[in-house]
């Protein structure tokens, strides 16, 4: 069973920069696909940005440019770079991985990821 704990989510003005980080636990093994998803009030669950185990990298249309996916594999640890946050940008976001290969066009597939996190709340203020 592999466990996934977020951290860094806060509360900034819009503009502002946060980093967030994902530690994972519970297996002997660097996961093969690892995620960050976001969930807003009454909306479903999207993709944020997505790495692969060969570290291809998969972003959403709307954090191209700002947002900086990366994963530390000796310390099983992802991490979100998040620069130029928008009010939009509003909403928790959540660590996945899983154990499977995943190609890089669907790292950003919720049915791709069997292990996720309890989550971190990132708040935009304008």
């Known amino acids: 069973q592999v466990r996934l704990v977020e951290s860094g989510g806060d509360s900034v003005q819009s503009g502002g920069s946060l980093r967030l980080s994902c530690q994972a636990s519970?297996?002997?093994?660097?996961?093969?696909?690892m995620a960050w998803f976001r969930q807003a009030p009454g909306k479903e669950r999207e993709g944020v940005a997505g790495?692969?185990?060969?570290?291809?990298?998969n972003y959403a249309a709307s954090v191209q440019g700002r947002f900086t996916i990366s994963r530390d594999n000796t310390q099983k640890t992802l991490y979100l770079q998040m620069n130029g946050l928008r009010p939009e940008d509003t909403a928790m976001y959540f660590c996945?991985?899983?154990?499977?290969?995943?190609?890089?066009?669907?790292?950003?597939?919720?049915?791709?990821?069997?292990?996720w996190g309890q989550g971190t709340q990132v708040t935009v203020s304008s």
């Open positions: 519970g297996y002997a093994h660097p996961t093969s696909s």
């Open positions: 996945a991985a899983d154990l499977r290969a995943t190609a890089w066009a669907s790292l950003l597939r919720v049915d791709r990821y069997a292990f």
């Open positions: 790495i692969n185990i060969e570290g291809q990298t």
